[in-house]
């Protein structure tokens, strides 16, 4: 069995699949209070695992939610989602994008702009190959409220 990184590929696939089999879940929240009262959330879940083949796969969800009533709404809210997949040589797809990196880790980003609205959700399933051992992710969330002072920000990972 060939050596990569102290470790082989056998060890990496019984890894990748020990990572993430059925069960395995993460998620992350993280608020920023407004000066009125409302608050703007970022959240961030992958969970509900699956494999097939040489892939294995999780549902992702990350949301940016803008809370209270002064106003009920945001000028602009955004939603940007990074997805990182660390390996041998790992690949990872989501939302129709498909990243292949280089020797340890790969990512891909996805974002999404509502206007005049509360909200900003994006998801889907998120597949990597088995030779990836783990996946995480970072969710960053904007909010521009002018009357309450400007934009507002909230992160969230697993």
């Not at 990569?4 to 920023?32: E, R, V």
């Not at 990512?107 to 509502?114: E, L, R």
């Not at 995480?136 to 309450?148: F, H, K, L, M, N």
Request: with cysteine.
């Amino acid at each position: 069995m060939r050596k990569i990184f102290g470790a082989t590929i056998a060890g990496l696939a019984l890894a990748a699949g020990t990572l993430m089999g059925a069960g395995s879940a993460s998620a992350s929240t993280s608020d920023t209070y407004l000066p009125g009262g409302d608050y703007l959330e970022t959240s961030i879940s992958a969970g509900g695992w699956s494999g097939q083949g040489g892939t294995s796969c999780a549902t992702v969800q990350s949301n940016v939610h803008l809370y209270g009533n002064n106003p009920f709404y945001a000028q602009n809210i955004n939603n940007t989602t990074t997805l990182d997949a660390y390996g041998y040589h790992p690949v990872i797809s989501w939302r129709g994008m498909t990243r292949s990196g280089g020797t340890v880790d790969t990512s891909v980003t996805d974002s999404y702009h509502n206007s005049y609205d509360w909200r900003s959700d994006m998801g889907g399933a998120a597949c990597i190959n088995t030779t990836a051992g783990s996946l995480t992710g970072v969710a960053r969330g904007e909010a521009y409220v002018p009357s309450q002072g400007g934009w507002y920000y909230a992160n969230a990972s697993f």
